[in-house]
């Protein structure tokens, strides 16, 4: 474990009306107890994605995460048994927020034949066949029923330029209140939240990271709102939407941050920070910060993390809290996606995942079977900055 005091420097000239985005005090560990828990030799061993959201059933003290690409299958003696299969999204149950094995349970749908198959399938009349979903963030929405609102990109494969697919909708998944895997009642709406690229700026999507400012939610500085986090081109730059939970299926009542007000224009949506990765996490700080936490640059090899003075921003410089280890095992690994679980966090603590892949990967995964999954570390945070 070691200890840091960050002494970084910027936003002299608003020193008086902003809070201090330059400092952090705090320890940083691993979280061997969850790292255990996802590292598995039968049925699901591995996957992207881990947004981690309650789930919505009443006085329920579980977690569903939700996962992305996922392999299932079987590992013997650290040895890949034949037979193995990738599907493009499932989720897993945890019962209670500690990490025992004995109380998560993973789910997925199977085929004609009985092989594992995608749990969330496109149904929505933009969607054509071949496409597929990968899961964004999501969330439990007090004001309509506790339903789950889910982010989905709809994806595409290309031809081999880049990594070979490519976003092509946006879709938010509607999971009525006591839903369980399968969610036979699932609903899936197409949504306007996909910006194309332009001549300057790449693509750019929501539903990379969601924060509830919501007394329901139990925010410390609520406002009534869901911000939900958008990223952009290649520069990774984060925008920021806001909605009210119950507008939230209502388009034309979103409104994005232009850089001085909230807008209902997507298109002048404006970057508050860049640097950032696909999949995030904003977090309130007891101290009235936020956290910002992300991958530096996508697939860079640091955690990093942000201190906002509010849901959007402005944003201190980037805080390299983790090296990843495993990008120095081997030349062929990365790592992405960087995110907090505030809800599985111990008191004065704050959980936070990445994930880990390799280039030529299926190549790669017989050599390392059990690679391919999250890992996760703690922040600790003294008591005054808990």
């Not at 869901?226 to 979103?254: C, N, S, T």
């Not at 936070?352 to 995964?365: G, K, P």
Request: glycine share 8%.
């Amino acid at each position: 474990m070691k200890t840091f005091l960050l002494l970084l420097w910027g936003f002299t000239s608003q020193r008086d009306t902003l809070p201090d985005l330059q400092h952090l005090h705090y320890q940083v560990a691993a979280a061997p107890e969850w790292n255990s828990l996802f590292t598995r030799s039968s049925g699901w061993f591995g996957g992207d994605g881990i947004f981690s959201i309650p789930v919505n059933a009443p006085d329920s003290d579980s977690t569903l995460f939700l996962f992305s690409d996922t392999m299932t299958g079987h590992i013997c003696n650290g040895q890949l048994q034949p037979g193995s299969s990738m599907i493009h999204n499932s989720v897993a149950i945890l019962k209670g927020k500690a990490p025992l094995e004995k109380n998560i349970q993973f789910y997925w749908n199977r085929d004609h034949q009985g092989k594992p198959a995608t749990l969330f399938e496109p149904r929505t009349p933009q969607a054509t066949p071949g496409d597929y979903y990968w899961l964004g963030d999501g969330f439990v929405n007090t004001a309509l029923h506790n339903s789950t609102y889910i982010f989905a990109y709809r994806m595409r494969n290309i031809s081999q330029k880049d990594f070979g697919f490519a976003e092509v909708g946006n879709v938010l998944i509607v999971l009525p209140p006591n839903s369980r895997p399968p969610y036979t009642r699932q609903r899936q709406l197409d949504t306007p939240l996909l910006l194309p690229a332009d001549s300057s700026t790449g693509a750019g999507s929501f539903g990379a990271g969601i924060f509830v400012n919501t007394k329901a939610a139990g925010a410390p500085n609520p406002d009534g709102y869901v911000y939900v986090y958008g990223v952009r081109g290649q520069q990774k730059m984060v925008l920021v939407a806001r909605v009210l939970p119950a507008d939230i299926e209502h388009f034309g009542k979103w409104r994005f941050w232009d850089g001085r007000q909230w807008n209902t224009d997507i298109h002048q949506a404006a970057a508050v920070t860049a640097h950032a990765s696909n999949e995030l996490s904003l977090t309130p700080l007891k101290d009235g910060r936020y956290a910002l936490v992300f991958q530096v640059d996508g697939m860079g090899s640091a955690v990093g993390l942000r201190l906002g003075a509010s849901p959007a921003g402005p944003f201190g410089p980037v805080i390299k809290i983790w090296e990843c280890p495993e990008v120095k095992e081997d030349k062929r690994f990365f790592v992405y996606n960087a995110k907090a679980h505030p809800r599985l966090s111990k008191p004065g603590e704050l959980l936070i995942s990445y994930n880990v892949n390799a280039f030529d990967f299926f190549q790669v995964l017989p050599q390392h079977p059990q690679l391919y999954r999250p890992r996760f570390i703690k922040l600790i945070f003294p008591a005054q900055e808990e």
